[in-house]
């Protein structure tokens, strides 16, 4: 099991304090999908109920901002390799928009994304080859006070936005510092219902990554975006010329032939009560592509965070077999 990060992605706001946001089997429809449904209690061992979609966590007391976050991870270790080309893919699909009275597009946020990170060699990970403490690469669906934008020393900014949009992102941040940066794509406004894909592909010849997220229901290449990311944390070029040089040098570092990394799909809000957080499910996926895990239900689980109730099931996983 992963373990479970937040990531200041929050806009600072000088009336409030630093907001902290940034993972059965049963047959359904034709023979060449898998749907899983999960839902598990929240770790501060809330009573459980059972009912039929599952396990439901029901929680005694609500802290005022809950920052629920719900992650699906794959149960065996991934093992991306070094020197060698990769490939990353999720597709899911837009949630609606909230409609509870207390959701305002102001104050909250929701994330929702498949990404990777390579925190495992940050600052406060195991291997440590930088003083960076989170090394994210997150295309990403989002909504409310959203970080949507970085300037030309990679600083990044924010916007309220009261509709879904995807964007490709790469977010790092310093901890010796206590800075965050960002490096973003263009802004593509989508829909309920729509399908995106997320694709994280590693280039061992140049020693760059491509991360890019498509809304699939818009035909014309408006309705993507895509970043190439040179090195990693690029507003310090002197740390590592490539993504080839850093992987060479964490791989050292932990003594593998492989990369250390966390890909998770991630559902992540800040400042969301529970009615307009079960409004955004279940999380629904289509496709999960890991080099070395199998592409079934089964592979994945989910881990909750500070517990909420929903009648619905909370992830719904339609997966179709690897061919």
């Not at 809330?46 to 007391?61: E, F, K, N, Y």
């Not at 509870?100 to 940050?122: A, H, I, L, N, P």
């Not at 973003?184 to 590693?202: A, C, H, L, W």
């Not at 895509?226 to 850093?246: G, V």
Request: proline share 8%; net charge positive; with cysteine.
């Amino acid at each position: 099991m992963p373990q479970v990060r937040s990531r200041r992605r929050i806009e600072p706001r000088s009336m409030l304090p630093l907001h902290i946001v940034r993972r059965m089997q049963v047959p359904a429809g034709p023979p060449v999908a898998l749907v899983l449904v999960l839902s598990l209690a929240a770790p501060q061992q809330p009573r459980l109920s059972v009912g039929a979609h599952g396990i439901r966590a029901t929680m005694t007391r609500t802290p005022s901002n809950p920052a629920y976050r719900l992650q699906v991870y794959s149960k065996t270790t991934p093992k991306l390799p070094a020197t060698q080309d990769w490939t990353l893919r999720y597709r899911f699909f837009v949630p609606p928009l909230p409609t509870s009275s207390t959701w305002d597009y102001r104050r909250g946020t929701v994330y929702q994304w498949g990404d990777v990170d390579f925190d495992g060699y940050g600052s406060s990970g195991p291997y440590k080859v930088s003083d960076y403490l989170f090394n994210q690469i997150v295309p990403q669906l989002a909504l409310g006070s959203v970080l949507d934008a970085n300037d030309a020393n990679y600083k990044p900014s924010w916007s309220q936005v009261s509709t879904w949009r995807i964007e490709a992102q790469y977010y790092w941040r310093n901890a010796t510092t206590s800075t965050s940066y960002a490096q973003t794509g263009s802004v593509v406004k989508v829909n309920p219902g729509d399908e995106i894909t997320t694709t994280i592909r590693y280039i061992a010849e140049t020693g760059t990554i491509v991360a890019s997220i498509v809304d699939n229901n818009i035909s014309s290449s408006s309705g993507a975006s895509s970043i190439t990311i040179t090195r990693p944390f690029p507003n310090d070029p002197s740390l590592f010329k490539s993504w080839a040089d850093f992987f060479k040098k964490a791989a050292a570092a932990s003594r593998t032939s492989y990369v250390l990394s966390t890909p998770a799909l991630d559902v992540e809000t800040d400042h969301l009560d529970q009615q307009t957080m079960c409004g955004l499910l279940p999380f629904t996926v289509s496709e999960i592509s890991i080099p070395g895990v199998d592409s079934t239900p089964s592979a994945f689980g989910i881990q909750q965070l500070n517990g909420f109730t929903c009648i619905q099931t909370l992830v719904a996983l339609r997966l179709s077999p690897a061919k």
